[in-house]
């Protein structure tokens, strides 16, 4: 009677043990879980910060090509920026929060500086010339504070989104 009322206390420390142990690795794989997480969306936010200071580069350069009057650089500038903002704009939504609608809405002044840079007549008045400085630099203004955001948000830790 001893040894078998022996082996059921072992066996009950044994398994007592075991659920301990098994509760302890819950814990431990949840905990793992929730940093593997937060790692993944630093990354993220890592890359809309990087892809949006692209952007405002690319923003200063059109800017700049309107400035001096190179159209033909302000052109393909224009035409990369349009698609490389459609590109981040989908890849980084859950980041920009209310912003979104106002970087949409340069968008849409991008078409128009496309379209105002890609007709066929002559060449841009200075009063044309003028309004699309003020358009891109607009965008510019823009994308810039946006890549700040990202910046200043990621040195403090609290991702935006």
């Known amino acids: 009677m001893i040894l078998h009322d022996l082996f059921d206390w072992s066996n009950a420390g044994v398994g007592v043990t075991g659920l301990g142990l098994t509760l302890w690795a819950v ?5 793992a879980k929730k940093a ?3 790692a993944a969306k630093s990354v993220r936010h890592h890359n809309a910060e990087v892809d949006f200071g692209t952007l405002a580069r690319m923003a200063k350069e059109l800017h700049g090509y309107v400035e001096g009057g190179m159209m033909p650089e302000a052109r393909l500038r224009t035409t990369d920026l349009r698609s490389d903002l459609s590109s981040a704009i989908r890849l980084h ?3 920009l929060g209310k912003d979104l609608d106002r970087i949409q809405e ?7 500086v496309a379209d ?6 002559d060449p841009l008045s200075s009063t044309e010339r003028i309004r699309l400085l003020g358009i891109t630099g607009g965008i510019l203004d823009l994308l810039s504070g946006q890549c700040g ?9 609290v991702p935006n989104g």
Request: proline share 0%.
């Open 27 to 31: 814990a431990q794989a949840s905990g």
């Open 36 to 38: 593997a997480e937060k």
């Open 116 to 121: 105002g840079l890609n007709r066929d007549s």
């Open 93 to 95: 939504e859950t980041f």
């Open 106 to 112: 340069k968008q849409v002044d991008l078409k128009l």
């Open 149 to 157: 955001k990202f910046q200043s948000g990621f040195e403090k830790g």
